[in-house]
């Protein structure tokens, strides 16, 4: 498996967060999607379609329908879904996806100081690829993460235009997911 920066050739990350989503995220110019939807039922399907297109496919373990976040649904993912990565906010994900053969990006959510140490803790532990921070519109958090981590951070969360996702890649971050289809375009 390669390295997550060696995955990323567009900045911007589509985050689709609704499967009717999914052909604008194909369209655009994005090389990789962040899969936020979906079920047991059509996981596969999706994942396929991501592929089929050239792009690179994380899926966020606790937003797939009738796949558990935990050991088991991180195995039936690379044994039968087989995509790129995973997404998750739990560290044991992280680590079982690693164990699985998949790149992981770790999910943290910066609401004070205390939670900006307790996920460089975390992420110490679990070794994902890549950490997510969100929300992604603070260029000086994220600043102060690439400076106490050499993982890759992606900011994502509550970006919505194009200033915003220039300033966290000015910031540091190797990446920017984005919910809102008309960025994944540009």
């Given at each position: 498996?390669?390295?997550?920066?060696?995955?990323?050739?567009?900045?911007?990350?589509?985050?689709?967060?609704?499967?009717?989503?999914?052909?604008?995220?194909?369209?655009?110019?994005?090389?990789?999607?962040?899969?936020?939807?979906?079920?047991?039922?059509?996981?596969?399907?999706?994942?396929?379609?991501?592929?089929?297109?050239?792009?690179?496919?994380?899926?966020?373990?606790?937003?797939?329908?009738?796949?558990?976040?935990?050991?088991?649904?991180?195995?039936?993912?690379?044994?039968?879904?087989?995509?790129?990565?995973?997404?998750?906010?739990?560290?044991?994900?992280?680590?079982?996806?690693?164990?699985?053969g998949l790149l992981a990006i770790q999910r943290i959510f910066l609401i004070d100081r205390n939670a900006v140490l307790r996920?460089?803790?975390a992420v110490e532990q679990s070794n994902p690829d890549a950490i997510e921070v969100m929300p992604g519109i603070m260029p000086?958090?994220?600043?102060?993460?690439?400076?106490?981590?050499?993982?890759?951070?992606?900011?994502?969360?509550?970006?919505?235009?194009?200033?915003?996702?220039?300033?966290?890649?000015?910031?540091?971050?190797?990446?920017?997911?984005?919910?809102?289809?008309?960025?994944?375009?540009?």
């Amino acid at each position: 498996m390669y390295p997550i920066v060696d995955i990323v050739e567009h900045q911007t990350i589509a985050a689709v967060q609704k499967e009717a989503d999914l052909d604008a995220a194909l369209r655009g110019q994005v090389n990789v999607v962040f899969l936020l939807t979906g079920s047991l039922m059509n996981v596969h399907e999706l994942t396929e379609k991501v592929k089929q297109a050239g792009k690179h496919v994380f899926l966020h373990m606790e937003f797939i329908e009738g796949i558990a976040a935990d050991r088991g649904g991180v195995a039936y993912v690379a044994k039968h879904v087989r995509p790129t990565g995973i997404i998750s906010t739990k560290s044991s994900i992280v680590k079982a996806a690693k164990d699985s053969g998949l790149l992981a990006i770790q999910r943290i959510f910066l609401i004070d100081r205390n939670a900006v140490l307790r996920g460089i803790k975390a992420v110490e532990q679990s070794n994902p690829d890549a950490i997510e921070v969100m929300p992604g519109i603070m260029p000086r958090i994220i600043r102060e993460m690439t400076n106490m981590t050499p993982l890759p951070i992606i900011a994502g969360g509550l970006v919505g235009n194009r200033q915003e996702i220039d300033d966290g890649l000015k910031a540091g971050a190797l990446a920017v997911s984005v919910g809102a289809p008309e960025l994944w375009a540009d």
